[in-house]
């Protein structure tokens, strides 16, 4: 890229980072230390304030960058990502919002609580939120270094290095001095900025053919080089049982991870009321539903304006297929439009990141915090000097989250960000949907059935991932030069999934203890009138 587009693409980056600043001085200047202020910005957001935030915390990365390059590079496959991360809120907003709304505090543990032996379960559900969260912030980081690097031209392995550093340590600064209120109005302003700048690409998009769809995507089987394979299933999924299995397995994995997602859920504790949570949920899901319309285009536009080919030259990946797709629309290379244009779209794309980032650091520093820290430690207090501890923890957590994030991000440099997304869902399917469920709904659940439910979802799906092609035995592996990929499928969802609810059944069933119906009782009356909620 020319020094124009380096100059004007970080003088935007600057300048949103700039923002986000002040509003992170703001927030820290009006908290009171108290762990509600801190988890939950006070409960004050109204439900469409909280409606943004959640389509800011969910269209990340992976669904500006990495969706639309799926598109670009393999059709209808790439596409099939969109229909699974929407239609993944119909099982948040009729199963889970209201119900984890009255039922919860801050956390996923803080429902599972409400009728288990505390100790257990939270210690369970905190390490399965922190695992989901990391997974989840190295997708973030892996755009972050792919941006970065087509800005500078290929700048390297340094370039790239340094900013996942930047954007780790701007997370851990959003989150420890502004906590969820700075957290929600970098999400606020971030969703405006993303939908604006997906509007606008849409539109040129459209313009430059005219208004004719279907001559935008015969253009782009046309230049895809797979002719019309590129707009059937099947040419990243279709080869053969393996990959058709996977394929079930990521759909799996992308409509039941959302309801597992830890800062998803925490979004919920934000709003006073569960009829708040519910209304949150519709104002998201009509954003969501119009961005992913929009990415579909965007990424179909890709492939018809530069070609699938272009796009992979730049990143094999395809993460970087938007920005290159903007500077193509905007005149080209060297033009003022496509400077100005690329510029708009890389530092839209970098505050989608890092206000994604602020958003899961939160949400794991609160499992540490408030799950971990307050189980493991002698006595749980509920005064406020307890609280102070429980924060200041919380906030020495998001470092700690943050350096692993950054670690294992700089191994995972050539993977797609929508896909290692798609494996962060698996998880949060495994470990936390089977556990919230059988909590909420099954009357005869005990704490060894929540206990055995959430690990015997987690640690199989991890398991299953080291054992994958994703982390080594092909060229495209996190380890290319080894091989001990006994795992045929990238997604564990197909398998980890039923293991989570088949043990948290199996876990009940041998359990020496007895459910507790009277606090099964309570939990239901409250889940379902808000009677007792926080």
């Not at 109005?185 to 769809?213: E, M, P, Y």
């Not at 996977?246 to 009829?275: K, N, Q």
Request: charged share 10%; aromatic share 10%; glycine share 12%.
């Amino acid at each position: 890229m020319t020094g124009d587009h380096q100059t004007l693409a970080l003088a935007l980056f600057s300048v949103f980072i700039a923002v986000t600043l002040a509003i992170t001085t703001w927030a820290s200047r009006r908290r009171h230390g108290s762990a509600e202020e801190f988890y939950a910005g006070g409960r004050l957001f109204s439900p469409m304030e909280n409606g943004f935030a959640i389509a800011g915390d969910y269209m990340s990365a992976a669904s500006f960058l990495g969706v639309s390059g799926l598109i670009a590079l393999f059709g209808y496959d790439g596409l099939l990502y969109c229909v699974g991360f929407l239609v993944a809120w119909l099982v948040v907003l009729f199963l889970v919002a209201e119900l984890v709304r009255n039922c919860g505090r801050f956390t996923l543990a803080d429902v599972l609580a409400a009728r288990m032996r505390e100790r257990p379960v939270r210690i369970a559900s905190g390490a399965a939120s922190v695992t989901v969260s990391v997974l989840y912030l190295v997708a973030q980081m892996v755009g972050a270094g792919s941006l970065v690097a087509l800005l500078l031209d290929g700048a390297g392995a340094q370039a790239r290095t340094w900013t996942v550093i930047g954007v780790g340590a701007l997370m851990v600064v959003y989150v420890a001095f502004g906590g969820m209120r700075a957290t929600t109005w970098i999400q606020i302003v971030k969703a405006v900025l993303l939908l604006g700048g997906a509007i606008a690409l849409t539109a040129l998009v459209v313009a430059r053919f005219h208004g004719d769809i279907n001559g935008l995507l015969n253009t782009a089987a046309e230049r895809s080089g797979h002719g019309s394979d590129f707009l059937a299933p099947g040419l990243k999924y279709g080869d053969d049982w393996t990959s058709r299995l996977d394929f079930i397995s990521l759909g799996l994995a992308l409509v039941l991870g959302t309801a597992g997602l830890p800062h998803i859920l925490a979004r919920f504790y934000t709003v006073p009321t569960a009829r708040s949570a519910r209304r949150s949920a519709v104002w998201s899901i009509g954003l969501i539903g119009g961005f992913y319309l929009m990415t579909i285009v965007l990424g179909f536009g890709a492939a018809a304006v530069l070609g699938s080919d272009a796009v992979r030259a730049s990143n094999k990946a395809g993460n970087t297929a938007v920005p290159l797709l903007a500077l193509q629309l905007g005149g080209g290379a060297g033009s003022t439009g496509g400077t100005v244009l690329f510029a708009i779209v890389a530092a839209v794309a970098f505050a989608t990141i890092l206000a994604v980032v602020a958003g899961v650091t939160l949400a794991s520093s609160a499992s540490v915090a408030h799950d971990l820290y307050a189980s493991l430690r002698r006595s749980r207090s509920a005064t406020r000097g307890g609280q102070r501890s429980e924060v200041a923890v919380a906030r020495i957590a998001a470092v700690g989250v943050g350096a692993v994030a950054i670690g294992l991000a700089l191994l995972a440099q050539g993977l797609n960000i929508a896909f290692l997304v798609g494996l962060a869902f698996a998880v949060a399917a495994s470990a936390n949907l089977p556990v919230l469920l059988y909590t909420l709904f099954w009357r005869s659940f005990t704490t060894r059935g929540a206990v055995w439910s959430v690990y015997g979802g987690l640690i199989p799906a991890l398991t299953l991932v080291v054992l994958s092609p994703v982390v080594s035995g092909a060229p495209e592996s996190l380890f290319p030069g080894l091989d001990f990929a006994y795992f045929p499928l990238e997604n564990p969802g197909v398998v980890s999934i039923p293991l989570g609810f088949l043990m948290g059944w199996l876990g009940t069933a041998l359990s020496p203890e007895t459910a507790d119906k009277a606090r099964h009782a309570e939990t239901e009356v409250r889940a379902l009138t808000g009677a007792g909620a926080v």
